[in-house]
């Protein structure tokens, strides 16, 4: 049962890092890159830009942790299988969130 509690831990510890991104993208002043590696396009208002990436950072990042709690019941149960699927429907829909959502209403137009 030990095991499985550290499990769950550094398994939280993981969403409250993106969480704490979330926070970061609240306070910074620079646009907030959501693709690693790849060059952040023009953005029409930086501040709700940020608003925006780091609401959909902090709720992954609760999500995350929620989806984590079958842990507790065992690594052999189906529900570990539950979270890792959920992980992965999770980040998909966050993808198409941003590319859908946040980056249609966010960069600058080339007519402007």
Excluded at 27 to 34: E, I, L
Excluded at 67 to 78: D, M, T
Aim: proline share 1%; charged share 15%.
């Amino acid at each position: 049962m030990q095991e499985l509690i550290i499990a769950f831990i550094i398994w939280s510890m993981v969403g409250i890092a993106f969480v704490c991104l979330g926070i970061h993208a609240f306070v910074t002043k620079k646009t907030v890159g959501f693709w690693a590696n790849a060059k952040t396009f023009e953005v029409k208002d930086v501040k709700k830009y940020n608003r925006a990436v780091g609401k959909l950072f902090c709720v992954y990042g609760i999500v995350f942790i929620i989806l984590g709690v079958p842990i507790l019941n065992g690594q052999n149960s189906a529900f570990a299988l539950l979270s890792c699927a959920g992980i992965l429907i999770e980040t998909i829909a966050v993808m198409i969130v941003y590319v859908t959502v946040i980056e249609k209403k966010y960069r600058k137009s080339e007519r402007s």
